[in-house]
């Protein structure tokens, strides 16, 4: 089979992106994708996604992971596809599509910028002074200091292979507050098993437990590796976060084609 592909990155979180409209590439296996997200023998990639044609929407996001397994909400590959959509042809004032955790809105900014709607959040889980959240993907974070100079793979590695997290996996982040407003992230993340370099819905979980004001609007900017990535919400009283939003860069890397054997 030959693939048609086109690499994208957003804030150094790199993904593998296919137009499959057609719906000729759903029968990929998961040791093919996994072949693909490889960064020696395949293309490379922290993750792969399809466009999917669906009712009522403008496109279905549908996101592997490098392991090759399908899996849930990637934020920044969400802001990725959306401009892979525009590049298609897709111009939209708001975009609108299908995920694996709901609907999702986003629109691109005159500069390039593109903001996803993330989910609703309620409740922060308070975990042996950590936190757990779900942004669209579950969710680790852990306050530190002097997070550049952490110890993110074998630590993160730590807690997502625990006991209380190892059957199902979990995104490990580890959170510096730089200022009231202004935090650093690093996380380790599951499936692909390693640190990389943005990840988006742990940048929005970690803006959530580091809110700044109580009750009422709140803007986040976060450093990652890979970049600078901003986080809006309100948050109401009952500890329930709406309207959020992920806003940053997502860039063509390049595009190409890749011959794949026929699964044995």
Not at 14 to 39: A, H, P
Not at 91 to 112: K, P, T, V
Not at 185 to 206: F, H, I, K, N, P
Not at 220 to 249: A, C, I, M, Q
Request: charged share 25%; proline share 2%; aromatic share 10%.
């Amino acid at each position: 089979m030959n693939i048609s592909f086109h690499k994208y990155q957003g804030t150094g979180n790199d993904f593998i992106i296919v137009d499959n409209r057609e719906g000729v590439y759903s029968g990929l296996t998961v040791e093919q994708v996994k072949f693909l997200c490889n960064r020696r023998f395949g293309i490379g990639a922290d993750g792969m996604m399809m466009l999917n044609l669906k009712p009522g929407y403008d496109f279905e996001m549908i996101y592997f992971n490098a392991d090759g397994r399908e899996s849930s909400m990637c934020g920044n590959g969400g802001r990725c596809l959306v401009k892979f959509a525009w590049s298609l042809g897709m111009h939209r004032s708001m975009y609108r599509f299908l995920a694996s955790d709901g609907d999702h809105e986003a629109e691109i900014d005159d500069d390039g910028t593109v903001s996803l709607k993330m989910k609703d959040v309620q409740g922060i889980k308070d975990y042996h002074g950590d936190f757990i959240l779900d942004t669209g993907s579950p969710h680790y974070v852990k306050m530190v200091g002097g997070v550049m100079d952490y110890n993110v793979v074998q630590k993160g590695s730590d807690i997502r292979y625990s006991n209380a997290f190892n059957k199902e996996g979990i995104n490990v982040n580890f959170v510096e507050q730089k200022d009231d407003d202004e935090i650093i992230v690093r996380t380790y993340e599951r499936g692909v098993e390693d640190e990389t370099l943005s990840c988006g819905t742990g940048v929005t979980a970690c803006a959530l437990v580091c809110y700044h004001n109580e009750i009422g609007f709140n803007n986040v900017t976060v450093h990652t590796r890979g970049g600078k990535l901003n986080v809006e919400f309100d948050r109401t009283d009952d500890d329930t976060y709406h309207n959020v939003w992920l806003s940053g860069p997502a860039e063509k890397v390049f595009e190409g084609s890749v011959t794949l054997k026929p699964p044995i």
